[in-house]
């Protein structure tokens, strides 16, 4: 269980047992020789799940059998329970084929077939699988560690009473999350002011301790964004800004060979910048591809406006309609709202270039949630 979440260090692995060991039977019934059927068979004795020690099915005989228990030699079929009639010592049985209802050694996997698993995190069913293929252990990928560091005069951490002029740190606790979730490892720095020599304190110490820091706040134009500055001193910017909405200010650089981003302090645009850059960069670094989210094509349900500009991820729900899936605004679409953002179940992609997401057209819809 220990597994869960994480991504295995290889896909292929060859079984080394059959699954299922045994030829066994898929009904309670009774197991028999096929061609004694039909007719009236002597009950010889019953083979639970986990019987070690089997009876003889001689011609003309039957055993009691369970689901999942050993095959007992000689029987090669099983009569389900809803068609025998059972009396005495004895019991009548329709015609059977050969091989009915029984499950052959090795009918889902053979030992030394190759088994290769999904290219994804551990879920349930895979570990299941391996499970069942009888392995106690497994070499996971190490999990990226993701340094986050929130930047801003205002910051108070959630929970502490505000002064004129404060709010609480809203990024610090949603990135950890959505870095947890990526299947990242969340190392949390020091919240900081906007001070040059507080922001490269704590830049260092992310370089040396994670394998990417996510930072958000400090990365636009006002004269208190520091946040560019110190990743190009320290480092190398590779680039800043990016047409899109929300999220324009993004910064990308790196200081140590640490790549490190600079997400834009509105809580929104933090999330959703993470969620384009940060999260396929994790999986990259997990040996996954892409973005790990699935892309549905979504009507809009009415006019929702956007810059002009800027691509867009407009916050939406997705509802079931006549004609497939229907995006309706989730709320208010300005980066500062966190509620729409938290009620969203996809993200709708309009490009760049177009005015607003026009009612009825379609466009792409990056699913986040569950669709109801
Ligand atoms: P900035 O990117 O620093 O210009 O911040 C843009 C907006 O996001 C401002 O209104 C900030 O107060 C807000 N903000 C910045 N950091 C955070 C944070 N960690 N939690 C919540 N809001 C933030
Ligand atoms: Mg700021």
Redesign the pocket.
Known sequence: DACFGRVPASFQLTAALDVPPFDNSSMDGYALRAADTPGRLLLVGEVAAGAGTLPDVVPGTAARIMTGAPMPPGADAIAPIEVVEEAEAEVVVPATEPGAFVRRAGHDTRAGEMVTLPEEPLTAATLGLLASLGLGELAVRRRPRVAIL???N??RPPGAPLAAGQ?H????IALAAAITEAGGEPVPLERTPDDAARIEQQVMRGAAEADLLVA?????V?RH?LVRDVIGRLGALDFWRIRMQPGK?LAFGAVRGVPVLGL????VSALVTFELFARPLMRRMLGLSGGGRLTLPAVAHERMPKDQERRAYLRVRLARGTDGLEARPAGGQAS?QLRPMASANALLVVPEGEPAAEAGRTYDALLLGAIG
Not at 264 to 267: A, F, K, L, T
């Open positions: 929130s930047t801003g205002e910051l709010i740190d809203a990024n610090g958000s706040g400090g990365v636009s006002g964004d200010p834009p302090g509105n809580p500062s």
